[in-house]
């Protein structure tokens, strides 16, 4: 029998020798590391901007008979908080240390020059799977992501705080890198590479199923050839963020279900979750957000369409829950169901507010400050939540949706931060079906995974040494269910909303700027610090401080009231908090992305999939691009630049050989500048030039000319144009539209049957109109050109 081959950890000393030839010595293989015996795989589900009163298990009237499933077998946190916006909490969620600590303090794009701001997560606090890949473990990350500075997102790198790369550490990636995505036509990454998703929409695809394909394949694959290594899996679905896109038979199953409206919908709601013992019998509904229409007010067709957009929206949850149960059958049916370790969140942050008070078909149309009505909204109801929608519930839904508390995403009242969590793991929790009212916070589950596994925070992560957990473990609450919280203190800030939990006090402020709105309507010194006693108000509906005047210090509510925004301003310098900022958009419209400093770019064949940030920044300037290009014999037809996708964006394009430019404003309204005549076999160029003349400063209008081989062949006027950003999701492509079609003219993930040699962007061109020129373009009159809405 051969003798057993001896093994030793990489880095220790080598425990075989070393002779003149093999025959001489005895050889010993290193072995990676594993995990302590029994371990559990983990996984993350989660659920995009979802709110506390929606779905079933936490009283809600949206059916999710598989988050119940789980939750039967389970247990249901109702006292979790998140960070009250997406790439925040979801930094938690994976290092343990809080927003700022990590330089996440908001989303990607609205990242500044400051430690807590910055978006740039340090070695020094790595991600999860990085942790535990030093312990043997295989980690998958599916789905959205949202983590890695857009700055960062280009195929140039960095592609350190990608998720594959050195400070989150995961195995492998699919999904895509920004914080919403069309659900029919996504930017899918595989790893480091942009890939076009497998089939169409017209062919069934839906980007919630492809990622529990996506996510069953992999763990399939690592069943069957590691079935005793366990893994570590992040599925992040991009529901149900807007865009509410789900298919038609989801929708139809709540026909009627919402016509009781949000007013009645969250008292129906509170009364659910006091029978269920997920709020004490005294809680109260908090206030409505200021504004928000009663719905006995409103006309018979906002009622009409703010009822469908909720019946979408609704839709669009159960599909995903639909999606959740195929996931765990799989589990099931491989036998790794019982020792998996789920932590499901509903919600990442409260249900969004961002819809405005009256919903939205194209949520671009509110980035840039185009309204929409409700007339043109009915006249597209049975569009809601299909391909060309970019579709977006109103407000009222949002607070109703986070039932019973105040507010919505982006506030860290407890409608914006106070999200569902289920955990279920039934060889390691021996309740079934309980409810744990302990308080617990984002940063928590890291330190809980670590104990469920048995083993302690890395000292060090890739050589570099690691800043410590900041948060606590969950672990004793799985069984003790009358346990006091071991997480007694917790900072909130976002966008200059601030909060603090201590024991049962709360302290709050609302800083004034509306979910959709761009600024504040006052200075931090005019901030009112709101009050609360949770044990009495769980919902924070009656603030102590109301008419209370705060100069008494004898008032005993006065004097809480210092000790805890003491406490508050502590925390804040603790963790990276200052300076406070509650700018919105213009954190991103300061910053030039990749091009900073350059007017004059080229860009060539195969660059494709470039986000928005990454690209020409052709915004609130005039500026012109010039496209070289080769038409075989037989003509060509295509995108040959495009920008954007449906909800906005431009595309260059030949249409059976005829030069066409299409400017897709929000709306969406279509400006097309055409040649007369289809271009002979052979290379060409056409530029596009567009000259600002409006003298607003976002979206302002000009003229535009389209030239074929330096002959003027349109020219126009674009009243308006795009002024904050073309699209939340699609990209800039050369070649190619590489998601949903900019123009009416040519189909989803098109490219150009011709030869694209180069394309030149000049974003401080040189006009020089003559005088009748520019006299027939200030009077819109147009040649080859059609507007059409």
Same mark, same amino acid.
């Given at each position: 029998?051969a003798?057993?081959?001896?093994?030793?950890r990489?880095?220790?000393?080598?425990? +075989?020798?070393? &002779?003149?030839?093999?025959?001489?010595?005895?050889?010993?293989?290193?072995?990676?590391p594993?995990?302590?015996?029994?371990?559990?795989?983990?996984?993350?589900?989660?659920?995009?901007?979802?709110?506390?009163?929606?779905?079933?298990?936490?009283?809600?009237?949206?059916?999710t008979?598989?988050?119940?499933?789980?939750?039967?077998?389970?247990?249901?946190? /109702?006292n979790?908080?998140?960070?009250?916006?997406?790439?925040?909490?979801?930094?938690?969620?994976? /290092?343990?240390r809080?927003?700022?600590?990590?330089?996440?303090?908001?989303?990607?794009?609205?990242?500044?020059?400051?430690?807590?701001?910055?978006?740039?997560?340090?070695?020094?606090?790595?991600?999860?799977?990085?942790?535990?890949?030093?312990?043997g473990?295989?980690?998958?990350?599916?789905g959205?992501?949202?983590n890695?500075?857009?700055?960062?997102t280009?195929?140039?790198?960095?592609?350190?705080r990608?998720?594959?790369?050195?400070?989150?550490?995961?195995?492998?990636?699919?999904?895509?890198?920004?914080?919403?995505?069309?659900?029919?036509?996504?930017?899918?990454?595989?790893?480091?590479?942009?890939? %076009?998703?497998?089939?169409?929409?017209?062919e069934?695809y839906?980007?919630?199923?492809?990622?529990?394909?996506?996510?069953?394949?992999?763990?399939? *694959?690592?069943?069957?050839?590691?079935p005793?290594?366990?893994?570590?899996?992040? #599925?992040?679905?991009?529901?149900?963020?807007?865009?509410?896109?789900?298919?038609? *038979?989801?929708?139809? =199953?709540?026909?009627?279900?919402?016509?009781?409206?949000?007013?009645?919908?969250?008292?129906?709601v509170?009364? $659910?979750? =006091?029978?269920?013992?997920? #709020?004490?019998?005294?809680?109260?509904?908090?206030p409505? #957000?200021?504004?928000? *229409?009663?719905?006995?007010?409103?006309?018979?067709?906002?009622?009409?369409?703010?009822?469908?957009?909720?019946?979408?929206?609704? &839709?669009?949850?159960?599909?995903?829950?639909?999606?959740?149960?195929?996931?765990?059958?799989f589990?099931?049916?491989t036998?790794?169901? %019982?020792?998996?370790?789920?932590?499901l969140?509903?919600?990442?942050?409260?249900?969004? +507010?961002?819809?405005?008070l009256?919903?939205?078909?194209?949520e671009?149309?509110?980035?840039?400050?185009?309204?929409?009505?409700?007339?043109?909204?009915?006249?597209?109801?049975?569009?809601?939540?299909q391909?060309g929608?970019?579709?977006?519930?109103?407000?009222?839904?949002?607070?109703?949706?986070?039932?019973?508390? *105040?507010?919505?995403?982006?506030?860290?009242?407890?409608?914006?931060?106070?999200?569902?969590l289920?955990?279920?793991?039934?060889?390691?929790?021996?309740?079934?079906?309980?409810?744990?009212?302990?308080?617990?916070?984002?940063?928590?589950?890291?330190?809980?995974?670590?104990?469920?596994?048995g083993?302690?925070?890395?000292?060090?992560?890739?050589?570099?040494?690691?800043?410590?957990?900041?948060?606590?473990?969950?672990r004793?609450?799985?069984?003790?269910?009358?346990?006091?919280?071991t997480?007694?203190?917790?900072?909130f800030?976002?966008?200059?909303?601030?909060?603090?939990?201590r024991?049962?006090?709360?302290?709050?402020?609302?800083?004034?700027?509306? @979910?959709w709105?761009?600024?504040?309507?006052?200075?931090?010194?005019?901030?009112?610090?709101?009050?609360?006693?949770?044990?009495?108000?769980?919902?924070?509906?009656?603030?102590?401080?109301? +008419?209370?005047?705060?100069s008494?210090?004898?008032?005993?509510?006065? =004097?809480?009231?210092? %000790?805890?925004?003491?406490?508050?301003?502590?925390?804040?310098?603790?963790?990276?908090?200052?300076?406070?900022?509650?700018?919105?958009?213009e954190?991103?419209?300061?910053?030039?992305?990749?091009?900073?400093?350059?007017?004059?770019?080229?860009?060539?064949?195969?660059?494709?999939?470039?986000?928005?940030?990454? &690209?020409p920044?052709?915004?609130?300037?005039?500026?012109?691009?010039?496209a070289?290009i080769?038409?075989?014999?037989?003509?060509?037809?295509?995108?040959?630049?495009?920008?954007?996708?449906?909800?906005?964006?431009?595309?260059?394009?030949?249409?059976?050989?005829?030069?066409?430019?299409c400017y897709?404003?929000?709306?969406?309204?279509?400006t097309? #500048?055409?040649?007369?005549?289809?271009l002979?076999? +052979?290379?060409?160029?056409?530029?596009?030039?567009?000259? =600002?003349?409006?003298?607003?400063?976002?979206?302002?209008?000009?003229?535009?000319?389209?030239?074929?081989?330096? !002959?003027?062949?349109?020219?126009?006027?674009?009243?308006?144009?795009?002024?904050?950003?073309?699209?939340?999701?699609? !990209?800039?492509?050369?070649?190619?539209?590489?998601?949903?079609?900019?123009?009416?003219?040519?189909?989803?993930?098109?490219?150009f049957t011709?030869?694209?040699? $180069?394309?030149?962007?000049?974003?401080? @061109?040189?006009?020089?109109p !003559?005088?009748?020129?520019?006299?027939?373009?200030?009077?819109?009159?147009?040649?080859?050109?059609?507007?059409?809405?």
């Amino acid at each position: 029998m051969a003798e057993e081959m001896k093994t030793y950890r990489e880095g220790d000393r080598f425990p +075989g020798r070393i &002779g003149r030839t093999y025959k001489e010595s005895e050889p010993a293989f290193p072995m990676p590391p594993t995990a302590p015996p029994g371990a559990p795989n983990v996984l993350y589900v989660i659920i995009d901007d979802i709110g506390f009163g929606w779905t079933e298990p936490f009283g809600g009237l949206i059916r999710t008979p598989n988050i119940q499933r789980l939750a039967d077998n389970g247990l249901r946190y /109702t006292n979790f908080t998140t960070t009250a916006l997406c790439s925040p909490t979801r930094s938690c969620l994976i /290092t343990g240390r809080n927003h700022h600590s990590v330089g996440m303090a908001n989303i990607t794009e609205l990242a500044t020059g400051y430690p807590g701001y910055n978006a740039r997560q340090p070695q020094s606090m790595a991600g999860l799977p990085a942790m535990l890949h030093q312990h043997g473990y295989t980690s998958f990350c599916v789905g959205k992501w949202h983590n890695t500075p857009a700055e960062e997102t280009a195929i140039s790198g960095p592609y350190d705080r990608w998720p594959t790369g050195p400070v989150f550490g995961f195995d492998r990636f699919y999904g895509f890198l920004g914080g919403d995505s069309d659900q029919w036509y996504p930017k899918l990454f595989v790893d480091r590479e942009a890939i %076009d998703q497998p089939k169409l929409p017209s062919e069934g695809y839906h980007l919630s199923e492809d990622l529990v394909d996506r996510t069953t394949s992999w763990l399939a *694959q690592h069943r069957s050839v590691s079935p005793d290594k366990p893994w570590l899996t992040w #599925l992040a679905f991009g529901a149900c963020h807007a865009p509410h896109h789900v298919a038609p *038979q989801w929708s139809e =199953k709540y026909r009627g279900r919402f016509d009781l409206g949000w007013d009645a919908y969250r008292e129906q709601v509170l009364e $659910r979750q =006091k029978e269920m013992g997920i #709020l004490p019998q005294h809680t109260k509904l908090a206030p409505m #957000l200021e504004g928000v *229409q009663r719905w006995d007010e409103l006309s018979a067709d906002e009622k009409t369409v703010f009822t469908r957009m909720a019946e979408v929206y609704a &839709g669009f949850m159960e599909h995903t829950d639909a999606q959740i149960g195929r996931l765990i059958d799989f589990l099931e049916r491989t036998e790794q169901l %019982d020792n998996t370790l789920i932590f499901l969140f509903v919600g990442d942050n409260g249900s969004s +507010g961002e819809g405005t008070l009256t919903g939205l078909f194209n949520e671009q149309s509110v980035a840039n400050m185009i309204p929409e009505t409700v007339a043109q909204n009915l006249a597209r109801l049975d569009q809601l939540g299909q391909p060309g929608s970019y579709n977006h519930y109103p407000v009222g839904w949002a607070v109703a949706g986070n039932t019973p508390f *105040q507010l919505c995403k982006q506030y860290v009242h407890f409608g914006g931060v106070r999200n569902p969590l289920v955990v279920h793991w039934p060889a390691g929790i021996a309740a079934h079906g309980g409810l744990r009212h302990q308080y617990h916070h984002v940063t928590d589950i890291v330190p809980t995974v670590l104990e469920a596994i048995g083993v302690d925070a890395p000292r060090f992560v890739n050589t570099v040494q690691q800043a410590p957990i900041e948060g606590v473990s969950m672990r004793y609450s799985f069984d003790a269910p009358d346990a006091p919280t071991t997480h007694t203190t917790q900072y909130f800030e976002m966008l200059g909303n601030r909060g603090l939990v201590r024991d049962n006090w709360k302290i709050v402020t609302y800083h004034g700027r509306k @979910p959709w709105e761009n600024r504040a309507a006052w200075s931090f010194d005019e901030d009112h610090w709101e009050l609360y006693d949770l044990d009495a108000d769980p919902s924070e509906s009656n603030d102590l401080m109301h +008419g209370r005047d705060t100069s008494d210090l004898n008032d005993p509510m006065v =004097k809480k009231l210092i %000790d805890l925004a003491g406490l508050w301003w502590a925390e804040a310098g603790r963790h990276q908090v200052l300076p406070l900022d509650d700018r919105m958009m213009e954190r991103a419209l300061g910053r030039e992305g990749l091009y900073a400093g350059r007017d004059r770019m080229t860009f060539y064949p195969g660059a494709v999939r470039i986000q928005e940030f990454a &690209g020409p920044n052709t915004k609130n300037r005039s500026w012109s691009m010039t496209a070289r290009i080769e038409v075989p014999d037989g003509g060509a037809h295509g995108p040959i630049v495009a920008m954007g996708g449906d909800s906005a964006g431009f595309s260059l394009y030949l249409k059976h050989s005829v030069p066409t430019f299409c400017y897709n404003l929000p709306g969406p309204v279509y400006t097309y #500048l055409r040649a007369d005549k289809p271009l002979e076999p +052979g290379e060409h160029t056409l530029r596009y030039e567009f000259e =600002k003349t409006g003298t607003e400063p976002f979206g302002a209008g000009g003229n535009a000319r389209l030239f074929v081989d330096d !002959t003027e062949v349109a020219h126009g006027a674009i009243a308006r144009t795009v002024g904050i950003g073309y699209s939340m999701d699609e !990209t800039f492509d050369i070649g190619w539209d590489k998601g949903s079609p900019v123009s009416e003219e040519y189909g989803p993930i098109s490219q150009f049957t011709g030869q694209v040699i $180069r394309v030149d962007f000049d974003l401080k @061109p040189d006009f020089h109109p !003559t005088p009748r020129q520019r006299e027939e373009h200030h009077g819109a009159r147009f040649t080859h050109a059609m507007l059409r809405q």
